[in-house]
């Protein structure tokens, strides 16, 4: 097995002698989520007559086709973080190049190699022998797929053996690479419905699907660039969390706001039955913090909350999370079907398709949700990617066996957004200028790769010469953006907005900028996006 997360392996059993002895806190939590047969179940909480869409709906509407991949580029990073893969629905990638260019260039500071291939069409099985391939040729660690790629379904004859029938979307099928998966109920009903043999995922999976929300290639697009933003801290929020429960898990939201607390000591506690409201919701929602641990009975198009002793309901929309557009940046929706991402406007993508904050969420796709949250948020907390803590949560779910109550419970849980993103940071931004400092530089770059502007900061002594020149890829001066001495000591700012001296906008391409400070001269290169 590929897998090796440092959250500790503990057995979930009650009484493992050697867990209680190393770590106390954690048996705590153990005993407390390791038994799942009184917790209560989540219910679709939608409107009279509402259903989650079908299988054969989605089918009819995403007919497979034939599978094409092309590779789009290959970037290397220095070995010292793992290789990923980025695949994207070949209609909308042309569309998307600068945001993924960005998100590559990101990726590769952070160290990745990076595989990007465009894809359209194929089945689930193909997509998931391609991934076989990466895994097993290129090592890949977890991929992002973008758009509309295939999904594969699951069906569960009695859910819960209380519900009945259940069918939902399970990306467990393409992070398991080496399991086999069975379809022994209806054979060939294009669901699979078993799941034997090296169950533990070898990878982990994002997604970013924006089914029923808006126009893919708008919402993606602004996904980008506040995913950019995030990572050089201009979307940063305050490092706290919002825990939410609703009243059928008072009992254990004490010990779930603490799983919650390893990442963010700072947790502000809602699970008094008649505060737990969607009317609170959404004022708590307006207080900035990075991530909403929410537990609530809902539904893709909303939550319900309980109040007046349990006697009446009230809802928060799926669409309140565009129009609300609330200051937080993750999300774990405790929230039956919160991530069934085949449903129109489905509310975990409301939530990191919006316009300022939302970068990431995990949920299910199913009546469902995660539990034994310390596994999740343990390796949060020692600065893993959001990727690597679901798979490992996952694997420690898996690495026991499934027993039906973890299948009905976990089998839909999916992860919404960028898998590489870190909750406790990135600070590239902050590595940029230390790298800026260590060479002494008096001029700092900011926005490069860009598409509408970059910045240059210099340092300036006093009575300095100072002179910038930006010439084309062909060693053509197109822009003298200064040349002149600044009398005063001073920070001096200079933004380019890609124009030439007449003022014209210029073409996306390559282009060097020259710089002489005090006699000192840089020389950099300057990528303007298309
Ligand atoms: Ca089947
Ligand atoms: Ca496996
Ligand atoms: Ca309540
Ligand atoms: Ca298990």
Redesign the pocket.
Known sequence: MGSNPSAPRLNTKKGDEMSKILIPIFIFSTLFSADYSNIPLLKWAGPEGTRPKTYEEWIEQNPYTEFQCILDKVVYGNGRAGNVAILTEQSIAGALTNGINQLISNLQLENYTVLSYQISGGTPETLRTFLQNLYNNNNIEGALFIGNLPVTWFEIANDYNQYGYAQFPIDLFYMDLNGTWLDTMNTGNGKYDGHTGDINPEIYVGRLMTTGIGTDTVLLKNYFRKNNAYRYDTLLLQHRALVFC??DWIPWAPQWANDVSVLYPDTMNYWH?????ASIYRTKLNTPEAWVALFAHSWPGGHQ???NNGNSWDTYYSYEYTNQDPPANFYNHFACSFARYTDNGYGGGRAIFNQSYGLGAVGSTKTGSMLEFYYFYYPLSQHKTLGQAFKDWFTHITSDGVTFDELCWHYGMTLLGDPWLKPTGHGLAVAEYKKTLAGNSPIKIIGNPSRAQVIFQLKIEPSSSIRLNIYDCLGKKVKKLIDKTILSQNDYEIIWHFDDDAGRQLPAGVYNVCAEIAGRKFMAKLVHLK
């Open positions: 609703d009243d039955a008649e505060t737990t409201r909350f309980r109040y």
